[in-house]
Structure formats: C-alpha cells, structure tokens
C-alpha cells in the first residue's frame, strides 16, 4: 500500500480492488500437478476466486503478516487488531513505522533513518497525515472490505472483463497446499462510469495477468502476482502471506514516549522513499543498481548498497572514504573491491595498517602511498577512485604482459 498508493499511481483503482486486501505469498511455488477438469468450464476458477475475495470477512481480533514486492521493491507489513484498536507496522528499505488507530486517539512512530530510535506523535484530525494513515488503514481486514471484494469480482466477472483460465492445478506454498489459478484483467473496454468507480483514468494500464494459489477450504490466498505493461515497460507485483491468526490477538498498548517531530520526520522519508521507488520503477538491470547506488553515497546509507544488485560491493567501496566505516571492507564479497574498499580506507583514516588486508601485491603499494599520514603543511585531495582503478588496470596489464614474455603465467584480480 504505501509503495502503490504513494509511488506506483498508475494503477491506483485496479490495485485498490484487487490488491490492497488480501494475504498472499512468494512466486517460489513447488511444481504444480494439474487437476481433471473440462478444458472450457471455468466454474470450479470462478468460485475459488470468489471465495478468496472474503478473506478477512469474519476476521476479529486477529494478527496477519505479509510482505510485498512491488517491481522488486520490498514492504513488510504486520497487523494488530483487537477489539476497536488496530496497530499497523510498516517496514520498506528507508524506514519502519507504527501507526497506532486507538479509540480515542491516532498515533504515528517513525524509526527513520532506519535503525534509529522511533519518534511518536499524536496525528489525530491532522490534514497533513491523513491520507497517509488512511492509506495504512485501508490494509486492515473487515466484512465491510470483504463484501466490496467480493462485489467487485462479481461485477467484473459478469461484464466479462475477468477472463479465467479453467485450468486449476496443485501447489504448495511455504509447506502450504493450494489451488493455483490464472486469470486476466482487461478493462479496455470499460465505460466512464466504470472508469470512476473502480478509480481508472484514461492514461492507467487496464490489461493485468493474474495468478494466484488459493487453500480451497479457507479461501486464503497464499501466493498471488499480477504483471503488467506501461509505457514500454513490464511491471511486476507479488504478494506473500507471512502469517495469519484470526483470532486470539493480545491487547494493543500504546506508547508512551508520545512527543512533536514524528510528522516532520515523515515528511523526510517520504521524499527519500519515493526517490529510491523511483529507482525501481523506472530502471531495470544495472540501470536501477547505479540509480540505488547512488542514493546510497548522496544520502550516506550503507543500507541502500545491499538493494543495488550487481553495485554492491562498488556501493560499499564509495562509501568507505566518506563514512570512514570500518565494518565495510569485511562485508563486501569481490576480493578486487576488497582490496580497494581498504585502500579507500587507508587513505581516508591516513592509517596504514589497513594495507594489511590487501591480497593483491600490486595494490599495496599505492594503498601505502595514500594512507600515509600528511605532514603538518601538508594538504592535498583525498584518493580519486577512477583514477587508482586506471592506475590497477595499467599495471596490471603491464604484470601480465611481462609474466607472458617468461613463460609464467600470474593469476590478478582487476579492480
């Protein structure tokens, strides 16, 4: 919810109906064995995915966990209901948050940058949170919800902008068996008084490949995932159900370090958690990894390195000098980047002894030269990396090159 209603508005309505109210689970399904059926009669579909639009309709003081992706984007969410209080937490890559719906008050914790203590406050009738909380909100389970679901479906179905698959097959999802089915969503043909009520603008993508595996008894939907394209770009949502407890939740306590600044804070992360969904929205393969990579060194966050793919490593060897993190170096993987992760250390600390930890010799001595400590007159730039992997690869070739002449051959590690 926060990532689609906030970042991905361009399938606001369709996600409104058929995403934001249902519990799901990973694509990482076992293989499936497919059930006897008639290749043309969808019926046994049609009333699997109706019953999955009830879940939550009998839900009372109840916990349930999942997580979502949206274009690998990931969200975690867990859900406290009792009685007429409701507890909503919220993790995404920049922060994690608590939004308390008590019965007389609202109240928002915001841990941001993410590690650091939370700062709660009341946002009780504030306009500015509003949405925002409602948008929380809305991930609730309840009858009412469950009903609107189920209409929906109906409705679509019976226009025929549903076309289901009559194909349904075994799957087991997280040591779960289900049902798998398959459907299509296409609303091209819808009317402009379709277009308002499921909230779809002229310019949305209206064609969306469903599947998804349903417990046949329960309804509960424990893996789902829709694709679509826009703009010449594929889009891909998933959805896993982590955990549900329909009743027996333990009472919701408030908290009570409840202070000013938790709405200002929000506004912080709001602005760098839609630049950093930005990145996956718009990017793909090293496109995207360099986009996180570099929210990662602007805004100083060794967090973001480990979401940038195949920059990881070169993530962590950037910051280095900047953060002057000891704990960077050791977790990269690529021995090459090691090497440089130190000497970008060396050089920042203008401590040798970091030198140490270089495997490859032909590097040790420029770390040795950068890490040496200045002169009290001294002052001059801190190490350019381009420039030292120029150097690395110079010298490398010219190692190679001089090993061949010889007849031995070395084994070097570029930078």
Not at 102 to 118: E, F, Q, R, T, V
Request: aromatic residues 10%; charged residues 20%; contains cysteine.
């Amino acid at each position: 919810m926060e990532y689609r209603q906030k970042i991905l508005l361009l399938t606001a309505g369709i996600l409104a109906v058929f995403a934001i109210y249902w519990a799901v689970a990973t694509l990482l399904a076992a293989p499936h064995t497919e059930t006897q059926q008639n290749a043309t009669d969808t019926s046994a579909a049609q009333a699997l995915l109706i019953k999955a639009m009830g879940f939550g309709a009998d839900a009372k003081d109840y916990t349930y966990a999942f997580t979502e992706l949206t274009d690998d984007y990931p969200v975690a969410y867990a859900i406290t209901a009792k009685g007429n209080e409701t507890l909503i937490a919220v993790e995404n890559p920049v922060s994690t948050k608590k939004a308390y719906f008590l019965a007389n008050d609202s109240i928002l914790c915001i841990s941001y940058p993410k590690g650091s203590a939370d700062v709660c406050s009341s946002v009780q009738g504030m306009n500015d949170t509003d949405l925002y909380m409602r948008s929380l909100k809305a991930n609730a389970l309840s009858n009412a919800m469950a009903n609107i679901n189920t209409g929906n479906m109906k409705y679509l179905l019976g226009k025929g902008y549903v076309r289901l698959d009559p194909a349904i097959t075994d799957g087991t999802v997280v040591r779960t068996q289900c049902k798998w089915i398959s459907y299509v969503v296409d609303m091209s043909g819808i009317s402009l008084d379709e277009a308002a009520r499921f909230g779809i603008s002229t310019t949305s993508p209206k064609v969306f490949t469903w599947k998804m595996c349903i417990d046949n008894a329960t309804g509960y939907i424990y893996e789902k995932t829709f694709n679509y394209s826009f703009k010449g770009m594929q889009h891909v949502y998933d959805y896993r159900l982590e955990s549900y407890q329909p009743n027996g939740a333990q009472p919701i306590i408030a908290p009570e370090n409840v202070a000013e600044g938790a709405v200002k804070i929000l506004y912080n992360e709001r602005g760098q958690q839609s630049a950093l969904a930005r990145c996956y929205i718009d990017n793909r393969g090293d496109e995207r990894d360099g986009c996180i990579a570099d929210m990662a060194l602007s805004g100083r966050n060794r967090a973001f390195c480990d979401l940038a793919g195949a920059r990881r490593d070169q993530c962590f060897v950037s910051l280095a000098p900047v953060t002057k993190d000891t704990t960077l170096c050791p977790a990269i993987t690529s021995i090459s980047y090691k090497d440089d992760c130190y000497i970008e250390l060396g050089g920042a600390l203008k401590n040798n002894s970091w030198c140490g930890n270089i495997q490859n010799q032909s590097k040790v001595d420029f770390c040795m030269n950068v890490s040496k400590p200045k002169s009290a007159n001294e002052s001059g730039p801190s190490i350019d990396i381009n420039k030292f992997i120029d150097y690395v690869d110079k010298k490398n070739d010219t190692d190679a090159g001089a090993a061949n002449a010889t007849g031995n051959a070395t084994n070097g590690t570029g930078g």
